[in-house]
């Protein structure tokens, strides 16, 4: 399956209902068709939309937690992942409670309601957000940076002190079908040593081998893994979902090195407030073979609207 060229949303409702990683409280979610405003996620309870924008993220402790007006919305980033990573950018997202359902860890669950609902393309063109020059964010060991390419690829590499992990690396071209293989069933991971901690601070609560994979020094603690190098797979697919806080597809190459959430969500916010360095562009219509190169600078006034610095 290549890149879609049209703007794409589900072709159905669908609901998942589950338990939320940190909170270890039943969360149901609605998916709903849109022919407009990207993501937005509803808050049930208080009647609040938040649009998946890089402006709305607040709290990043070990999850991507969306927050307006008083609602607060936590571990978006699986959903997100899956819905930007199969090319759908216009639904909506209604949640009855604070934090979205953990499932199995991945983002596999939501991938196979997506596709159980379908995809509807709409009739317009689909526009991109295609990086002109270099933009870099550093802090410390900690690395991440955008260089022109007319496609999505990411460049992912980690690096834990235990050898049970130790120093991983994957670059993958991200269309939707490789994003269904390759990255999806990787599941959040965390080291055994962690668990104490989290739990002091309230997050994880809901933690188990059935939602994480988990390390120790001597190996992983689950039955099995999914892949040898599951967990810079699962990094790569939280760094797509944090991708989607653009508000609009990306062309262009990624190199992360060590980042994690608040790393991502804080070089996206570079990168939108540096207006010089990107370009929207459309895509052509084609056979659904993606954007042709070079795509169609959009020159109408107003071709930023949504992408806020921040």
Known sequence: MARPATVR??????????????????CAVRVNPSGEGGI?????????????????????????????????LQTVEHILAALYGLGIDHATVEVDGDELPILDGSALPWVRAISEAGLRDLPEPKTYIKVLRPVQMQDGDKLMRATPLDSLMLNCTIDFPIPSIGRQSLELDITPNKFRLELAPARTFCLKSEIDYMHSRGLALGGSLDNAVVYDSDGCLNENLRFDNEPVRHKMLDLVGDLALLGAPLLARIDAHAAGHAMHVAFVRKLIAETDAWVMVEAPPSSGRGPTIPARPLLRPGFAKGLTAV
């Open 40 to 72: 937005v996620f509803i808050h049930s309870p208080s009647s609040v939309a938040i649009p998946a924008k890089a402006e709305f993220v607040g709290d990043l402790s070990l999850a991507t937690t969306l927050a307006k007006d008083g609602a607060r």
């Open 9 to 26: 949303t589900t072709a159905e409702p669908f609901e998942v209902n589950g338990l939320g990683l940190h909170s270890n409280r039943a």
